[in-house]
């Protein structure tokens, strides 16, 4: 029973409870339908919806219930990654000590170097540049070819998204509903943007899983063209573009579940020589400890966790529970200021080594080294609600002089604000598993290795149940809400011999009121939050 078939986003349910031949009640809903007026409302969404009974109307429709074929079809793939392998790579100083990895867009395809942030939605790269970092291999220490840009006419798969795209968040600006779609994205870090249009072309991935065999795969996305950046982008963080991992609908994990391709899940692994991997699909192994993605005013904007207390050596200091979010796009660790303060303390205290400055280095809390090198640095520990401990083997960032090590600093500085983020410094050394089905984080140690070798660690076994996309809400960010369908559950088992009283036609009314109340069920926890 498929509710996008009809077009609405409620059901209105008025059955006459039959139970053992005698009527119990009567239930009912309001009828809403998903491109009404109040629908909008209740989205905050102040774009026009198409017009009703119009081709656009219908194929908003149609394309809506062809996603779902393929979600209730379970996913194609077990794993994908970018086409040129799923190795990231880190840069150095030149690209801000962020991780980055080889994207392939359009047809003929072309290569983008994009930076991996898990703090935001859009993948952009550069195009028809007005305002763009240098893309020659000359002005880098650590490339050895040039970067490229984006030309929307050089690809035959290629298309502009129009401002009445239910993805275009600034199409209430448009003169022109048929125009190309603007974009602005405004970063947390200082006067960072980029802005230009969205579009619409094909991502090619690769898939090695144990399931099957070398293939590869054609995904549609939406991205940006960038014509014009600002801030660190125009000082080499993501010269060649940035992929955000977010939970926003116009991620590309987004994208890639919601075609059918893999599961609405996503892993990152850091090794600690800096090199890592990226999968799309990957749940994780069935042992990694786990804890619950936190909402924001009711909407998961952002992955962010509930870290209940920190930890140093075997000592755990008391009201230092904070939320942090979980950014791969962010180098080092945040702690928010009280709790940073009782941190270091305890650092300090534990070490038990002379305090020193380090030119250059922003982190306040360090230490020189002695002759003998490092000491022992005890274990940096956050704990969370699920009883799940993360355990940062080596929290520090070691200084090298011209005869080795010179000195140490706690890689941890204060936020500024009661929120804290889990940077890629601390997340060095595990796989980190961003299950957008289940809403959850998952991490357990690793060596950053192929998961498409038979002979590593086992994935999570598939359960068969449909993705589900996160509700989102983001400001600045061209997204819109999303879970999947509730969908018509199997009737239990005993509900005949509950209900029947020997007339067929009861028996048939039962099931029916059964499957109707679980689409009621599931439909009224994502009324609001259903794919548009």
Known sequence: ?????????????????????????????????????????????????????????????????????????????????????????????????????WVDIGTPNVSFLVALDAGSDL??????????????????????????????????????????????????????????????????????STSGVLMEDILHLASGSRMTANSSARAPITFGCGSKQTGGYLNGVAPDGLMGLGPGEISVPSHLAKAGLVRNSFSLCFKEDDSGRIFFGDQGPASQQTTSFLPSEGQFVTYVVGVESCCLGSSCIEQTNFKAIVDSGTSFTFLPDQIYDSVVKEFDREVNATKASFEGYPWQYCYKSSSEGLPKIPSFTLKFMTNSTFIIQDPVFVIYGSEGAVGYCLAVEPSGIDTGTIGQNFMTGYRMVFDRENLKLGWSRSDCEDLTDSNRLPLAPANGSSPNSLPTEQQNTPNSSGVAPAVAGRTPSNSASRASCGMPFKLCLTNLLFQLLLVSSNFRRSLYTLTL
């Open 123 to 192: 993948l952009w790269v550069p195009c028809e540049c007005v305002q763009c970092a240098p893309l020659s291999a000359s002005y880098y220490s650590s490339l050895e070819k040039d970067l490229n840009e984006y030309n929307p006419s050089g690809s035959s798969t290629s298309q502009f998204l129009s401002c009445s795209h239910q993805l275009c968040e600034l199409g209430s600006n448009c003169k022109n509903p048929k125009e190309p779609c603007p974009y602005t994205v405004n970063y947390v870090s200082e006067d960072t």
């Open 1 to 101: 029973m498929a509710i996008s078939r009809v077009g609405f986003v409620a059901i209105v349910v008025g059955l006459f409870l039959l139970v053992e031949c005698g009527v119990a009640g009567m239930y009912s809903s309001k009828l809403v339908h998903r491109y009404s007026d109040e629908v909008r409302r209740k989205l905050k969404v102040s774009r026009n919806g198409p017009q009703h009974r119009s081709l656009e109307y219908y194929g908003r429709l149609m394309s809506s219930d062809l996603q779902r074929q393929k979600i209730k079809a379970g996913p194609q793939f077990q794993l994908l990654f970018p086409f040129e392998g799923s190795k990231t790579m880190p840069l150095g100083n030149d690209f801000g000590w962020l991780h980055y990895m």
